[in-house]
């Protein structure tokens, strides 16, 4: 009698044992989903009285007064020279846009595949990473964060939360001016947070002074190889993967906007 209600407890527990730890690696991911990040590489960035004018020339104000950051982190491939690459960029903001002014050197710029929804990964690309409220946590399929993956033609592609590659045009709009092999790109990013759905009518974030934003910078370089070469990213990732902006937000830097 007491050996059956022994197995009688441990059927019990063995069955209920999976949907509780279900329930709590459940509940786990949903939490940090959100406000899972830790800030680093905390950087200011300012106001512009003037915009930017998108021609792919360096020459606005608003240029003059920001500094340099370095495109300097190897995220994926073997190490390159400064024939193959060399990057940096500057950050700017007003209420209706983040401006972003890219200086990239490399030796060949190559658009294997015309179509934009492709393994637009492997072709030259700038990806942009964007978190409008800096949740960090988990952006792969949903737009709690983006991945904009900017072509040498100009069109913006991330993956959609029916996980199939989208345009995003009207995300983000670019110039690029190339001479030799320096190319200056000048973005100007409309910001939208998780709400964002695409198909419908959707509210761009109006930008204001010390509010934070998640943002991480990379180039994908490839000069005529099957798969991308290298992925340069802005900031440094910890740990033997470093290809993990487009999975998760918590590796963005951050960035404050202030006056
Ligand atoms: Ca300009
Ligand atoms: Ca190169
Ligand atoms: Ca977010
Ligand atoms: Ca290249």
């Known amino acids: 009698m007491n050996i059956s209600i022994v197995s009688v407890l441990l059927l019990f527990l063995l069955a209920t044992t999976p949907l509780t730890s279900n329930d709590l690696s459940t509940g786990k991911s949903a939490t940090s989903q959100k406000s899972s990040k830790t800030d680093h590489q905390i950087r ?37 020279t400064f024939t193959d690459f060399f990057g940096r960029y500057k950050l700017v903001w007003t209420p209706e846009a ?22 637009w990964w492997d072709d030259d690309c700038v990806e942009i990473f964007i978190d409008a409220d800096n949740s960090g946590g988990g952006h792969q399929y949903s737009n709690n964060a983006f991945a904009y993956h900017v072509a040498l033609d100009g069109n913006v592609v991330d993956l959609g939360a029916d996980k199939k590659p989208l345009l995003y045009n009207n995300h983000v709009t670019t110039k690029r001016v190339t001479k030799g092999d320096v190319s200056i790109w000048e973005f100007e990013i409309i910001i939208y947070d998780e709400t964002y759905k695409e198909g419908i009518v959707n509210d761009p974030l109006i930008l204001t002074e010390n509010q934070k934003l998640g943002f991480a910078l990379a180039y994908n370089d490839n000069d005529g190889s099957q798969e991308r070469e290298n992925f340069i990213g802005s900031v440094f990732i910890p740990g033997e993967d470093k290809n993990l902006g487009w999975i998760n937000a918590d590796v963005f830097g951050t960035i404050v906007l202030k006056e």
């Open 44 to 80: 200011e960035v300012k106001r512009a009285v003037i915009v930017p004018k998108l021609d792919g020339e360096m020459d606005d104000p608003a240029w003059k007064e920001a500094i340099w950051y370095g495109l300097d982190q190897r995220w994926l491939g073997e190490p390159y």
């Open 98 to 119: 983040l401006y972003l002014l890219v200086e990239i050197k490399d030796d060949l710029l190559y658009d294997q595949n015309k179509d934009p929804l492709k393994l």
